[in-house]
């Protein structure tokens, strides 16, 4: 190879500038879908056989969960004063005697309330957070940075994320569910009048309604991490394709949690039967 | 001329067809010898950056196949690429620098890829640092550094595995002439101590010139000139020959 060598004509325009059709909805969510099952199966191949990088889950803990504490414990509070507030509105207009309510409003808060709604703030906190840091780094070529340098991406950044929000989250949203509990006492005895040795009821709460909660709690948790982490290595472009892929995230994040709240809410009925 | 070009071609690149929304490379095929600094230039958008991801298997071609240090790179998983990552170093045009120290930084491929004992790592960051010039700045953040001082320290990352290939996107983009022609010499010493083949993508046609053995330019995706700094320099190829001399007459 010592001679030049020269192709004979100029490249032609028509084909480089020839768009390719867009995918359609369906071939788009199909494409999705199959991502973060590969992300999600790699996921659980990391936690395994990964390279674990000193500290990066109690980086990660102290992202996730210590820097939402203090929003989702004001979420948390409002959800669950409002959340009082009308269950005994609607109460009163059928039976007066609201000493029940305490229970109900545990057994409500602890099997669906805390968990699902709780998820809400959680993802858009955790997932936005998570989205737009590994969507910057791909951006600035950093996720190939890793790849050159023998770390997969979702080793070194999926993963810790994934088991600190599986984690945090669960500990967060457990919180949450004491502060609603909390906050809802609060307006239950002050605007309701309710006693409160009668509201501090647990005794309609069973060891299966627990069990429910705290396996949305981690599911939850997980399904976050997983979906914004996707979402934030699926990232094209520059600063715009950062922001997309954070709303997208979010999105993604709120949507998988509501299917999976069905899902699970189904088949919590027939195994912890309420 | 250093290119060992009897031994036969260190990176091999056949007929490589890759398209995002439109077609990015059209059947580019390129044989680099071993220890060759190969230089592909090419205006922008011609496809320059997506070659050299695919032949650092960053990228995958929808068609053509891609050798690199004995290594059908088309033919292997995402986990025996990982392994091959261990003969590849790359230098990004970003930096791609890692909010970690520099320190940190340099020794992460170390880390990743090799099972060495801690005071070695730490021996050969302090000799890559001492190597571009910026002795004792493990501790610094690259926040803190300057461009050229984040270009070297993604020299000496890219270098530190002492890989038989290194490749460079875009080495001295955003850097005034003079850092420029100090990294150009860098990337030329390091190719030297280390025996290794090199690629350079540049827009700088000037500057890496001077370091190059073999040139290689690529327009709208198609590789339509290969071969010597003085062939390219002499080319009567109307593109090749606006781009080589900085023309603002002609076909670009």
């Known amino acids: 190879m010592t001679t030049a060598t020269e192709t004979n004509a100029m490249p032609t325009k028509t084909d480089a500038e020839a768009e390719v059709r867009k995918p359609g909805a369906f071939q788009f969510y199909a494409e999705e879908l199959s991502d973060l099952l590969r992300v999600t199966i790699r996921t659980f191949y990391y936690i395994v056989r990964g390279k674990r990088e000193k500290g990066d889950v109690i980086r990660q803990c102290f992202e996730i969960g210590n820097k939402s504490m203090f929003f989702m414990a004001v979420t948390m509070a409002f959800i669950g004063a409002i959340v009082l507030f009308q269950m005994c509105m609607q109460a009163k207009r059928i039976i007066p005697d609201l000493t029940m309510i305490g229970g109900m409003y545990a057994k409500l808060l602890i099997r669906e309330l805390a968990p699902s709604v709780g998820a809400m703030p959680f993802a858009t906190r955790v997932g936005a957070g998570i989205a737009a840091e590994i969507g910057s780094m791909v951006v600035t070529e950093q996720t190939d940075a890793l790849r050159m340098s023998g770390a997969d991406p979702v080793d070194y950044l999926v993963v810790p994320r994934f088991v600190a929000s599986v984690i945090m989250g669960t500990i967060v949203l457990v919180l949450g569910a004491g502060i609603a509990y909390g906050a809802g006492f609060v307006v239950g005895v002050t605007t309701f009048d309710i006693n409160p040795n009668t509201f501090i009821n647990f005794t309609s709460v069973k060891g299966g309604d627990v069990a429910l909660g705290l396996i949305k709690c981690v599911c939850y948790g997980g399904i976050i991490a997983l979906v914004s982490s996707q979402r934030g290595l699926r990232t094209f472009g520059g600063s715009e394709g950062v922001g997309i892929a954070t709303t997208q995230a979010v999105v993604g994040s709120l949507f998988a949690v509501i299917v999976a709240n069905f899902i699970l809410s189904s088949v919590g009925h027939f195994v912890f039967p309420p | ?252």
């Not at chain 2, 088309?74 to 025996?80: C, E, G, P």
């Not at chain 2, 190597?131 to 270098?159: D, F, Y």
């Not at chain 2, 046609?205 to 040139?215: E, F, K, S």
């Not at chain 2, 020959?241 to 900085?246: N, R, T």
């Open chain 2, 1 to 252: 001329m250093r290119c060992r070009e009897r031994v036969g071609p260190v990176i091999r690149v056949e007929d490589v067809h890759l398209r995002f929304k439109a077609p990015v490379l059209k059947g580019v095929s390129l044989h680099i010898p071993e220890g060759c600094i190969y230089v592909l230039i090419g205006p922008g958008a011609a496809g320059k950056s997506v070659l050299l991801k695919c032949i650092a298997g960053l990228l995958r071609p929808q068609r053509g196949r891609i050798w690199v240090a004995g290594e059908e790179i088309t033919a292997l998983d995402d986990l025996q690429m990982m392994q091959l990552r261990k003969k590849i170093g790359m230098l990004f045009q970003n930096y791609a620098l890692f909010d970690l120290s520099v320190g940190e930084n340099i020794a992460f491929p170390l880390r990743r890829l090799f099972d060495l004992p801690q005071n070695e790592i730490e021996e050969r960051v302090a000799e890559r640092l001492e190597r571009v010039a910026l002795p004792g700045i493990q501790n610094r953040i690259p926040a803190s550094l300057s461009g050229g001082q984040k270009k070297r320290v993604g020299v000496a990352r890219a270098t530190i595995a002492k890989a038989p290939v290194v490749l460079y996107d875009e080495p001295t983009a955003g850097l005034d002439p003079v850092t420029s022609q100090k990294i150009y010499n860098l990337i030329r010493d390091e190719q030297r101590a280390q025996k290794s083949t090199v690629v350079v993508i540049s827009s700088d046609v000037a500057g890496a010139l001077t370091i190059a053995d073999r040139v290689g330019m690529l327009h709208r995706g198609e590789l339509i000139f290969d071969g010597t700094v003085d062939e390219a320099r002499t080319s009567k190829h109307p593109a090749v020959d606006q781009f080589v001399h900085g023309k603002t007459e002609g076909p670009l």
